[in-house]
Structures are given as C-alpha cells and as structure tokens.
C-alpha cells in the first residue's frame, strides 16, 4: 500500500508586498512543507528558498514587474497549495506634497503627506524623529502628528512595511519656527508675519526685542515710560495702535527701570 503524504497548505504571507527590485525576505506559513519544498510565484521559482519547518519556509523574491502575483508552495511529490494574488510587487513611496508645511518646536500638528505608493502599516519621520498617529487614508495620502523638533528645516520621511522608503526633497521640507519679533519695514503686522510664513500673535506680557534685529530708523522713538508697550497700551510716539496693530511694537534694550524713559522699536510678534 502506498502512503501519500497530506498535501501543502498555505494560511499566509508575510510581507504581502515588496519592491520591484526584489532582494527582501518572503516568509511562507502554513502546514506540510516537505523537505526540498519550493516557493513559486506566479510560475517562476523563488530564489534562495529556505524550508524552516514543515509550517514555514522562506525565499528571496527576484525582480519582478508591478503587480499582484500568486504564491504556491510545491512538494517535491508535486502536492501543492497556494494563494492567489497573495504578493504585490510595487514601487517605492514618493512624496509630491505637505500641508502644512511648517510646525512649533514643540510639534502636535497634523501633516498632510501627499504622493504614492502608501501603504498600510507604514511609519513617517520629520527630520530623525517619528511621527505618531500615522493615518493612512488612500495610497497617494496619509496623514501624522509632527514631534517635537529643533527649529530649521527637515525632511519628511515615509517608509512602507516592504521597507522601501522615500523622502520629501528640499522643495518640500517641513520648516520648524519659533514665534519671533520681525522688523515691521513700516508695514501692517498681518502682512510682515504672512510675509515670512507666520502668523501676527500678541506678545506675551513683558517681551523684548529679539537683540541684533535690524530695525529702521524711522521705526525708533522714544517715550515715557508709563507709556511703554505692553500689550493693550498705546505707544504715543508712534500713534495708537489699532486691533490689527496690537504686537507691533516692543522695548528696546535701553528701558528705564525707574519708570522714566523707554526706547522702543516697532516690531511684529510673528507666530503659528
């Protein structure tokens, strides 16, 4: 009587996608791997197959073009099982845009990451930190919560499950600011904060001039002390200050202490 081993059956794979290129690891599980077992997908045999135990075996996918391709494991009794467009080889993610593309060093906004190629599962980076509550909502966008980073521009950094990875060129860096005192050149604080990508914000109570800013000359003044800019008071010298006004002037650095004199310098208070 001759016995016939049960035949192969496959319950998963893992991953279910990969690069074009090939080269990354495709792991096979399932029951009755016999030994000298292959992997094929879509009738080409799987390089470099590996039969773990009778449950698993591994192989090394080759270059491939795009597309969803059948997984089946063969017994060298010619037994096999198999699913169906089971592994898809794809290109790597590429980021085209993000929204917004500016963030507080203290992060907490949520980034709009356009492109292609998402996947589920996948992670994201601003600068060398990870972004958390990574959402993807279609294959060409995800959305994630930027971390706290240091103040300068960084690139965002997608990676898919298969490991391939793309990153935003420095057309599209993120730009973290710190809010900062910028010279008003004479004009409207709404339109010298929009100029350098920032919004016009109140100053917080007691603010100085950032030392070293470049102010012009006709932007000085000089006036009793109990006239001095805090926020909510008129500045006399330089006429009173409208709602649309109220961060555009500070003290400079020669104030009077004893409630005499103040210098001041007309400045915008620019935030996000």
């Not at 096979?28 to 030994?35: E, I, R, Y």
């Not at 993610?93 to 993000?98: A, G, H, T, V």
């Not at 007691?206 to 012009?216: A, F, H, M, W």
């Amino acid at each position: 009587v001759i016995v016939f081993a049960p035949p192969p059956q496959v319950s998963s794979i893992f991953p279910i996608a990969g690069p074009l290129a090939g080269g990354n690891t495709l792991t096979v599980n399932g029951t009755g791997f016999l030994p000298g077992a292959l992997i094929r997908i879509r009738g080409v045999n799987c390089p470099n197959t590996n039969r773990i135990s009778d449950s698993l075996i591994t192989c090394v996918p080759g270059p491939r073009t795009a597309g969803a391709y059948s997984v089946v494991v063969i017994n060298p009794d010619s037994q096999r099982s198999g699913l169906v467009a089971a592994y898809t080889y794809q290109a790597a993610p590429k980021i085209s845009s993000l929204f917004p593309a500016v963030g507080k060093p203290s992060g907490g906004e949520v980034i709009t990451i356009n492109g292609s190629g998402f996947l589920l599962g996948m992670t994201a980076k601003v600068g060398s930190r990870p972004c958390s509550n990574v959402s993807v909502i279609s294959s060409t966008q995800i959305r994630c919560t930027a971390p706290a980073n240091s103040e300068g521009s960084h690139t965002v950094q997608v990676i898919n499950s298969d490991g391939q990875f793309s990153s935003t060129s420095q057309a599209t860096v993120f730009r973290v600011i710190n809010s900062r005192w910028v010279p008003t050149q004479g004009g409207i604080c709404t339109n010298v904060c929009s100029s350098v990508g920032l919004f016009s914000r109140l100053s917080p109570e007691g603010s100085y001039c950032t030392s070293g800013e470049v102010i012009p000359p006709s932007a000085v003044g000089k006036v009793a002390y109990r006239f001095g800019c805090w926020p909510y008071k008129d500045c006399r010298s330089q006429g009173t200050r409208s709602a649309i006004q109220a961060a555009q002037f500070c003290y400079g650095a020669a104030q009077r202490r004893d409630k005499s004199l103040s210098d001041i310098t007309m400045g915008c208070f620019c935030g996000l």
